[in-house]
Every structure is written in structure tokens, then in C-alpha cells.
């Protein structure tokens, strides 16, 4: 996974440090003025991004010391001492924001599956992601959602076949659509799933009578739903997607999908409260 990130903080550091550098710490703090720096958690929530973390301080500064105390996918409480880096202070503060970013999203990110997949607990509902996540940053965020105890959908629009409305729209028809990614797959002897999204009993009824591994309920009421997951008698693998949140993921688990993703894991996703201060 390095290889996908380090490219990922030298364009981050860049971007923070432009042409002349961090001019309010080289004006302030002497360049071999030695010092060290606590990284705190704020708030409760689960680890992730520690490695991404200590990588963007040693691009800055091969010569920073730093101990950690936790590892990725640990559960963190308030006041919890994370990690200590020692060095240069001018170092230290020029990598500070750019490293909190990277920490603060992938734990925010893993927290967020953490409680998906608990509020699930117990029902045989598997947690997933989606595409949408920070362009650039799909490995990490990605990365993080397993971290928390989710599992990944396709990584992208190469792994899997995902036939959704506009596709059906465009092909006249779910059967058309599902026929044409068959050819498609065979053609190109692919061993890709193929996936349709579907939003109404009708196509559901459509879908599972053709050669479609997996069908995606979107954004149909639970009832709906019911009747899909009885109708399917176990033939398709079922996901249910669209405004998934963590007050309906419960209800949404109990009618006896297999699956059920969301996008706020990635696209709106609130950082861990995480802070680094000079001692």
C-alpha cells in the first residue's frame, strides 16, 4: 500500500508548503531546535492511518523518532496517548496538518464502520462500501472501511459488473442490459460477478430469472424488500442501497439481505477528533 500513498503525501506536503516553505515556523523556531510532540485522541473511536501518519513525518525529516502506542484497527478512548515524535520542532510543525489529515479521515472513516457493522450485530447482513470516496484516495479509504470491520465492494469500475439505472435506460430494458454485460463477459472471457440494480418488484422479478450473481435493492421500502428476499429463496446474493444510515441499517438488516452498502462511510465522513501538541 505504500506505493499508492507516498505519492499521496509528497502531493499533500507540496500543496501545504508551496514554494517558500512554512514561513511562520521558519521565522519563529530555530532549525535544530529539538523537541517533541503527543498525538492525543479527542474523542472515542477506532485507529487508523498510523503508518500514513509516521510516512508523512519522515518525508519531511528521515531523523524524527517516533513511538506509538497503538495499532491500527484498536479501539481508542478519550485522552488516549497515541503516539510521541521526537526531533527538529520546525520538522515536526511542517508535517503536523498534512500527517492529522490523513489520520483524522481514516479513523473517522473506520469508526463509522465500526458502527454500521455493530448495529448489525447479530443478523447475517454484511457491511459494505461504494465508490464514492476522495478521488485519489480510494485505497486508503478503502483500507479504512476493512479496518473498522466493514467489507469492500468493487474497487472500481474494472472488478465487477454493476448494471444501474442509467446502464438499463440506455439498453431499453434490466433483461437487455443483463444480456449485453453476459456477452460482454463472455466475449472478453471476464470471470467478474455481474450485479443489477433494480427498484421495484417487477425488475426484481426480471432480474432473478436471469444470469445475474448479485441484485441490488435500491432504495426500496422495507416491505418491498421483504417480499424480494422471499421471492429470491437464496438464489441471488441481496444488497440494499440508498440513504442507508446508521438509525435504519437495523430494519434494514432484519428483512434478510446479504448484503447492505452505504456511501457515508466515504463521502461524508466525519474525522476522528485526534490532536498533536508540542510538550
Given at each position: ?113 465500526d458502527q454500521f457493522v455493530?448495529?448489525v450485530s447479530g443478523t ?24 473498522g470491520g466493514a467489507k ?128
Open positions: 500500500m505504500k506505493m499508492i500513498y507516498v505519492p499521496l503525501i509528497k502531493k499533500a506536503l507540496k500543496e501545504d508548503l508551496g514554494k517558500n516553505g512554512d514561513i511562520t515556523t521558519d521565522s519563529i523556531i530555530p532549525e535544530k531546535q529539538k523537541g517533541k510532540a503527543v498525538l492525543k485522541a479527542k474523542s472515542n473511536g477506532i485507529l487508523c492511518g498510523l503508518e500514513v501518519f509516521e510516512d508523512t513525518f519522515f518525508y519531511v525529516d528521515k531523523d524524527l523518532k517516533i513511538e506509538t502506542f497503538f495499532k491500527d484497527g484498536n479501539r481508542l478512548e478519550k485522552g488516549d496517548v497515541v503516539a510521541v515524535i521526537k526531533g527538529r520542532l520546525n520538522s515536526i510543525l511542517k508535517a503536523e496538518r498534512t500527517a492529522l489529515n490523513f489520520i483524522q479521515r481514516m479513523s473517522g472513516i473506520s469508526t463509522a464502520a455493530s448495529a447475517n447482513a454484511t457491511i459494505l462500501d461504494t465508490r464514492k470516496t476522495l478521488p485519489g484516495f480510494r485505497i486508503l479509504d478503502k483500507y479504512a472501511v476493512k479496518t469492500n465492494h468493487r474497487m472500481g469500475l474494472f472488478d465487477m459488473f454493476l448494471i444501474k439505472d442509467n446502464h438499463i435506460s440506455a439498453a431499453g430494458s434490466v433483461t437487455k442490459a443483463i444480456e449485453k454485460a453476459l456477452k460482454f463477459k463472455k466475449d472478453n472471457k471476464l470471470k467478474a460477478k455481474i450485479e443489477v440494480e433494480i427498484k421495484n418488484i417487477t425488475e426484481f422479478k426480471e432480474a432473478l430469472a436471469l444470469e445475474v450473481d448479485w441484485i441490488m435493492l435500491d432504495n426500496m421500502k422495507t416491505d418491498e424488500i421483504k417480499k424480494c428476499v422471499s421471492l429470491n429463496k437464496g438464489k441471488k446474493k441481496l444488497e440494499v442501497s440508498g440513504n442507508v444510515t446508521l438509525d435504519t441499517v437495523r430494519k434494514l438488516a432484519e428483512t434478510g439481505v446479504d448484503y447492505i452498502s452505504s456511501g457515508s462511510l466515504t463521502h461524508s465522513v466525519k474525522a476522528l477528533d485526534l490532536s498533536l501538541l508540542v510538550e
